[in-house]
């Protein structure tokens, strides 16, 4: 179980015209996205990339959601205009159909988008002429750990979603000793133990409660115990290439949901983060093992947006059910833009200068491992 992970689709090569000679010419444009505030460059990574000649072209407003003003772009460098004519463009969330369009053939596009479960998106691009390479795509090898945006972005998640546990829980999370008596400390499980669920399991430690962690892959139990958590055995294992969980079979399935529906109704708070890359999230917390948690008890499913790990789950929504509380926030990064692009530029900044020559010119070599698994379309100099 983890963050979902895309390989690069390889979707062959289109035909497009010579590269420009010259500066290359990088446009970050204004996310539109509903809710989405984060920028795919900050000011201080457009300084960056000016030291190695590239030029930088930000939309009036790209970093407003993420409280950036255009003047901080203006004196890192960048110049404020028209981001879509540039030799390549940096996005976060995936092009809607209307941004594709102002793409110009042989533009390079960088940002998540969604090449598994997405796939009419790459379809697009490739009609359109442009070479596109997804950040979810990017392999999780030591090299490429700098790009890696599905952790980066995973770490905001996973701790974003413990301060919306804490807020919503009538329970506190440290054990206060008062002039009342002591109060116990709040007892969270989290299921899935990625990037997104190790965050969780190091920030619920950090406000005092008393965590656990389960995942399907055995491997990660030294980490969960690193933090302070107690590991959640149910002898239940499925290991998966590239270090993720593969999907369990219908026998395995059964078993799991039987035993966790026994260890859920000891927690206080329940924080889901299993993903299956190109599949809809797994089952993990069922209608049964809501109704066996205490009254006052919380769920935060993560992975709404890929259908949600418990059986009650409204993706987008906070519902009360059986007295507990079930939350399914979309995008908790975008919840903390200024910290998460920050982050995720980093991870844009890496990959563009893997693709950039000792010039600044762009020269990506499809022999790279990183640069081969991440386009999910390919343009070839007519």
Known sequence: MSEESAPGTGEGTVEAAQQPTGATVVGVPRESGAGERRVALVPKI??????????VVVEAGAGAGALI???????AGATIGD?????????????????????????????????????ETVAALKAAGVQAFAMES????????????????????????????????????????????????ATALVLGVGVAGLQALATAKRLGARTTGYDVRPEVADQVRSLGAQWLDLGI?????????????????????KRLEEAISGFDVVITTANVPGRKAPTLVTAKAVEGMRAGSIVVDMAGESGGNCELTEPGQI??????????????????????????????S????????????LAPDFDDEVLAKACVTRVVEA
């Open 46 to 55: 457009v300084e960056k990339l000016r030291t190695r000649g590239v030029e």
């Open 138 to 185: 990017i392999p999780r090898i030591s090299r490429a750990q700098s790009m890696d945006a599905l952790s980066s972005q995973a770490g905001v998640a996973g701790y974003k979603a413990v301060l919306l546990a804490a807020d919503r829980s009538t329970r506190f999370f440290p054990m206060l000793t008062t002039a009342a008596g002591t109060v116990k400390p």
């Open 69 to 75: 003003p255009d003047a901080q772009y203006v004196e």
């Open 237 to 257: 294992e499925a290991v998966g290439e590239g270090g993720y969980a593969r999907e369990l079979t219908a026998d395995e399935r059964a078993e799991q949901q």
């Open 319 to 348: 519902v009360v059910r059986h007295d507990v509380t079930i939350a399914s926030p979309l995008n908790l990064p975008a919840d903390m833009p200024e910290h998460a692009s920050e982050l995720y530029s980093r991870n844009v």
């Open 350 to 361: 890496a990959l563009l200068e893997l693709m950039l020559d000792k010039e600044g010119a």
């Open 83 to 119: 981001p879509w004519a540039a030799d390549v463009v940096v996005k976060v969330a995936p092009p809607s159909a209307a941004e594709v369009a102002k793409l110009r053939s042989g533009a390079t596009l960088i940002g998540f988008l969604a090449p598994l479960s997405a796939p």
